[in-house]
């Protein structure tokens, strides 16, 4: 199972980029990244997917190197309501994914 | 989008006794998950289901049982409560056949044995 390294916890302020790094030197050919959203008191949410390059949604952006070995997600002008949990995972099927502890993004008025 | 439902919200329980959580999907999903959320471990998944009476352990099977009786329906029992499975408890499903699987997750059933 591919493991991922990701900051524990991130400050930022409303209005900014935050960009959240993540590590998964161990992702193997067929491996996606995903990313998911946690508010508090709720279910993880999809928010964006990739396998190489970029992806760009209406929510993020998921930058990938020609390595995989990392990955950046980029959210644009945070607001308060994007505080929330956010997990990198990488795997192929769903049973395979190992959600860690995740980065704790807080957004500062 | 797919909706995933778990039946309660909040649920307080004594020890010993035989907790069920259900969980119930709208988009003919084959997958189905059940993972336990504690401060500091993050997700950990105790079951799955891909398909109608097929059940497979997850990290944490130890405790607790699954049933799968119809496809949108995936049921988490806890035999005998005891305190140490006071949890998050979070339903999730995905569409089996495609290389980049997304889980949709329900709210979550906050579990406390008291």
């Known amino acids: 199972l591919a493991k991922t390294t990701q900051p524990i916890s991130m400050d930022s302020y409303e209005g900014q980029e935050v960009n959240i790094t993540c590590s998964h030197n161990?992702?193997?050919?067929?491996?996606?990244i995903t990313w998911y959203q946690q508010f508090p008191s709720q279910g993880p949410r999809f928010i964006i997917q990739?396998?190489?390059t970029k992806v760009t949604n209406e929510v993020a952006s998921l930058f990938i190197p020609a390595d995989r070995k990392s990955s950046t997600l980029s959210l644009p002008r945070v607001s308060l309501s994007d505080t929330a949990v956010y997990y990198c995972?990488?795997?192929?099927?769903?049973?395979?994914?190992?959600f860690g502890q995740g980065t704790r993004l807080t957004i500062n008025p | 989008d797919v909706k995933v439902t778990q039946s309660s919200r909040y649920l307080v329980k004594r020890t010993g006794e035989k907790v069920f959580l259900e969980c119930v999907q709208d988009?003919?999903?084959?997958?189905m998950f059940w993972y336990r959320q504690d401060p500091g471990l993050g997700l950990r998944l105790i079951y799955f289901?891909?398909?109608?009476?097929?059940?497979e352990k997850g990290d944490i099977p130890e405790g607790y049982s699954v049933s799968r009786e119809k496809k949108e329906r995936f049921s988490l029992i806890l035999e005998s409560a005891s305190t140490n499975q006071t949890s998050m408890y979070l339903c999730?499903?995905?569409?089996?056949?495609?290389?980049?699987?997304?889980?949709?997750f329900g709210s979550g059933t906050q579990l406390s044995v008291l």
């Open positions: 999730a499903s995905s569409l089996s056949g495609v290389p980049n699987e997304k889980l949709f």
């Open positions: 161990n992702i193997a050919t067929n491996d996606y």
């Open positions: 990739g396998y190489k």
């Open positions: 995972l990488v795997g192929e099927g769903a049973q395979k994914l190992v």
């Open positions: 988009m003919d999903h084959e997958n």
């Open positions: 289901s891909y398909d109608v009476k097929m059940k």
